[in-house]
């Protein structure tokens, strides 16, 4: 049997350059193994190790992208939920503006019909501004003067601030179409009342109010004796105007030797109006005559002891104390 050949080192020259000696180094084959598997293991190693950091930083990165993927989707619903809620504030603003178009149309009525009543009120000689004043003309100050707290507003309070908006504008529609309907009735109400008021003698007939004889028994100024008078004796200036104490139509422009030139005015239920002593008459039988109108000259017609205009209120044929009626 042959012996085994003993393990034999193995030996590395060492050649730096021509000037030094030649080294050697011994090294066991074991040895020799052991460092380029060392080696090997330590970059497998590291190679591991940077897969696994790889591999950290990938999750890390995917987990980034998927919560800004879950932020954008946020965003985005924000962004849908913001035009969907403009998008209401834009319908809630466009009927807002059809509302104020129908509340406009319905003003212009109203100030038709206010202007009307307010036109009638002042042809009876009263000026509804003297009785009213106008807000503007108490404010003073700066009116760019002001201030508060600032309290921001959401797209809910928006949303109920247009809701209220809408019911006030109901209420103001409402009212109006109310005051649409009673004021046509009112200014009615009001040309009756003032027709009613002109039909009946209320106008003094004169300028003069010097009254020289009452209604009822008197002495007669010219005979002396007791005797009925029918009316009242307004005496004045021969050609003062005489003035129709009422409205109505003229049933007579006459003269008689008692009562002088005279007129008489027919008016609504049942009365007349009695002028008589006139020195002419300015008004024809059949005439319409409104309140206010002169209708002849102050005289010294007929039976008469001086220039004066002899008045008398017929109610049903009946002579009424005319100072009754006239102011």
Request: charged residues 25%; glycine residues 6%; without cysteine.
């Amino acid at each position: 049997m042959k012996p085994k050949p003993a393990k034999q080192p193995l030996t590395l020259l060492v050649l730096r350059d021509a000037q030094h000696s030649v080294k050697q180094v011994h090294l066991s084959k074991p040895l020799l193994i052991a460092v380029p598997a060392a080696a090997i293991l330590s970059i497998t190693g590291l190679i591991l190790s940077m897969q696994i950091q790889s591999s950290r930083d990938i999750s890390e990165l995917e987990r980034q992208l998927t919560l800004q993927h879950l932020k954008s989707l946020r965003m985005e619903i924000t962004v849908s939920d913001k035009e969907a809620a403009i998008e209401r504030l834009n319908q809630a603003i466009i009927q807002l503006s059809e509302e104020a178009a129908q509340t406009d149309a319905h003003m212009k009525s109203v100030r038709q019909l206010e202007e009307q009543l307010r036109t009638f009120i002042q042809e009876q000689g009263f000026d509804p501004s003297e009785s009213s004043e106008d807000i503007s003309s108490s404010q003073t100050g700066d009116p760019s003067s002001m201030g508060g707290e600032y309290i921001a507003v959401y797209e809910q309070d928006m949303l109920h601030l247009a809701e209220e908006t809408l019911d006030d504008f109901e209420r103001i529609r409402n009212l109006m179409e109310t005051m649409e309907k009673a004021i046509p009735r009112t200014l009615d109400h009001a040309a009756q009342a003032q027709h009613q008021r002109e039909s009946t003698p209320s106008r003094w007939p004169t300028e003069s109010r010097r009254l020289t004889s009452s209604f009822g028994y008197r002495s007669d100024p010219i005979n002396g004796r007791s005797a009925f008078h029918a009316g009242i004796d307004i005496a004045g200036s021969r050609g003062d105007p005489v003035y129709a104490a009422a409205s109505g139509t003229v049933s007579a422009v006459e003269f008689s030797s008692a009562r002088g030139r005279y007129v008489i005015i027919d008016h609504p239920d049942g009365l007349q109006t009695w002028y008589l002593h006139l020195d002419r008459a300015s008004v024809e039988a059949g005439d319409q005559i409104k309140q206010g109108d002169i209708i002849g000259a102050l005289g010294n017609t007929g039976r008469s002891t001086g220039a004066h205009l002899h008045f008398e209120v017929v109610k049903n044929n009946r002579p009424v104390n005319p100072l009754h009626f006239v102011d």
